[in-house]
T-cell receptor, first 109, second 114 residues
Framework: DAKTTQPTSMDCAEGRAANLPCNHS???????VYWYRQIHSQGPQYIIH???NNETNEMASLIITEDRKSSTLILPHATLRDTAVYYC??????????FGKGTRLHILP | NAGVMQNPRHLVRRRGQEARLRCSPM?????VYWYRQLPEEGLKFMVY????????ESGMPKERFSAEFPKEGPSILRIQQVVRGDSAAYFC????????????FGQGTRLTVV
């Protein structure tokens, strides 16, 4: 699986868009970019995934650069409940998830 | 459609006892994954199972830990002769399987060894 690099922590004001970056410069052609988050003490929650194209769902948007070496998860209107650790993972669809350290996102009131 | 169900949510065991953690995957899911999270640490992969088959157990400790996913019933993570260092949150996830790794996680079992 391709290794990903994320900032250790980020702050975002409530109501603003939270943009979480992820570098995956060694990603291979058949590896997807997945995002999960873990709210304190809860089980991880799937957010979104993509291969090449940008993706959007009810939770977030995923922007993948054309060379696929990096991506950004966008939470359009962050709320206090979005405070969590966010994990960016690059992997084959048939494989297990290997979690890194993630980004600890603090939403500030 | 119920999500991934784990029980018990909290489990207390004395050193040397056995711990059995159960995981019922989402309906229609045939793949199960177990992860361990020590206090203030990240999620560590333990084992990946299909029905009646272990696919990948590269993250399982060599001794005292075992996992199964029988044809009928929940997946079981079994820890024999527990020690204090086994105290952690154990999370189970399930997915449809081949061709799709959108995994859904349970709320975890918090094991405390006293």
């Amino acid at each position: 699986d391709a290794k990903t690099t994320q900032p250790t922590s980020m702050d975002c004001a409530e109501g603003r868009a939270a943009n979480l970056p992820c570098n995956h410069s060694t990603i291979s052609g058949n590896e997807y970019v997945y995002w999960y988050r873990q709210i304190h003490s809860q089980g991880p929650q799937y957010i979104i995934h993509g291969l090449k194209n940008n993706e959007t769902n009810e939770m977030a948007s995923l922007i993948i650069t054309e060379d696929r070496k990096s991506s950004t998860l966008i939470l359009p209107h962050a709320t206090l409940r979005d405070t969590a650790v966010y994990y960016c993972i690059a992997q084959n669809r048939d494989d297990k998830i290997i979690f890194g350290k993630g980004t600890r996102l603090h939403i500030l009131p | 459609n119920a999500g991934v169900m784990q029980n018990p949510r909290h489990l207390v065991r004395r050193r040397g006892q056995e711990a059995r953690l159960r995981c019922s995957p989402m309906k229609g899911h045939s793949h199960v994954y177990w992860y361990r999270q020590l206090p203030e640490e990240g999620l560590k992969f333990m084992v990946y199972l299909q029905k009646e088959n272990i696919i990948d157990e590269s993250g399982m400790p060599k001794e005292r830990f075992s996992a199964e996913f029988p044809k009928e019933g929940p997946s079981i993570l079994r820890i024999q002769q527990v020690v204090r260092g086994d105290s952690a949150a154990y999370f189970c996830a399930s997915s449809v399987g081949t061709g799709s790794f959108t995994a859904f996680f349970g709320q975890g079992t918090r094991l405390t060894v006293v």
